[in-house]
């Protein structure tokens, strides 16, 4: 990659339920990460989110999440290894079948929710997800969090075959490890536009942020995560293209 790519969670309506604003956040990012209807989406939503991303040019990235449309997929579940990656197959090819029948394809994945989380906290989950997505597609890179050190995550995805883009947020604040502050902690998530737009260029060029602790974080991430689901994050993300173009 030239440039860092902008990535944005989408297509996350369900049947009447309309949940961000997906055809203002379309024409300012790259990578459209779009539920498969485990923790959002259905067929028709689905289906217009691929032809809206085909529209724009942007790159479709299956969404696959643990099956929970309750708790929006944020709920960790007890899976098995072949569970974790039979969900992937099923979803990865539901939305790969729409691409298809519209002249796209899914171009990586980046899992949702509480299973991007757990495997990122659990080697044997992440090494079942990149096995699940080696063998649907060898080709498709698989999206996940940067940290301090990207190392064993990047082991197992040599080892499998498999290329890995490493993300980073640049509306979070991070801890000394490269890891997300919770929600719950005061100043977990940057609400100042300049301060966010000022992280996204440090990302991309590479400078270090400040950690919680005050220490020094550099990360290295080929991929900015975005928000599109209100019209001042929608404003953001405009604000952030034009910087980085500049």
Not at 89 to 112: E, F, M, N, S, T
Request: charged share 20%; glycine share 8%.
């Amino acid at each position: 990659m030239s440039r860092l790519l902008l990535n944005c969670d989408i297509g996350e309506s369900f049947g009447n339920w309309t949940l961000g604003l997906d055809a203002e956040v379309m024409p300012f990012i790259d990578c459209a990460n779009i539920a498969c209807g485990f923790h959002a989406g259905d067929p028709g939503v689905m289906r217009r989110t691929v032809a809206l991303a085909l529209q724009h040019e942007v790159m479709i990235g299956a969404h696959p999440a643990y099956p929970d449309l309750q708790g929006f997929g944020r709920r960790s579940m007890a899976c098995s290894e072949q569970e974790v990656e039979d969900m992937l197959h099923y979803q990865i090819g539901a939305l790969d079948g729409i691409c298809r029948a519209q002249g796209g394809r899914v171009r990586y994945v980046k899992p949702h929710g509480a299973l991007y989380n757990d495997m990122m906290a659990d080697p044997r989950t992440l090494r079942a997800v990149i096995r699940a997505v080696a063998a649907y597609d060898a080709k498709l890179p698989l999206m996940l969090m940067a940290t301090r050190d990207n190392s064993a995550a990047q082991a197992i995805g040599d080892e499998l075959g498999l290329t890995l883009w490493f993300e980073a947020f640049a509306d979070r604040a991070y801890d000394s490890a490269g890891k997300l502050v919770s929600r719950s902690l005061p100043g977990a998530v940057h609400h100042d536009p300049q301060a966010v737009i000022d992280q996204a260029l440090r990302l991309s060029r590479g400078q270090p942020l400040t950690a919680s602790d005050g220490s020094e974080l550099v990360l290295q991430a080929q991929t900015l995560c975005v928000h599109g689901d209100n019209a001042s994050s929608v404003a953001a993300v405009r604000q952030i293209r034009q910087a980085l173009a500049a």
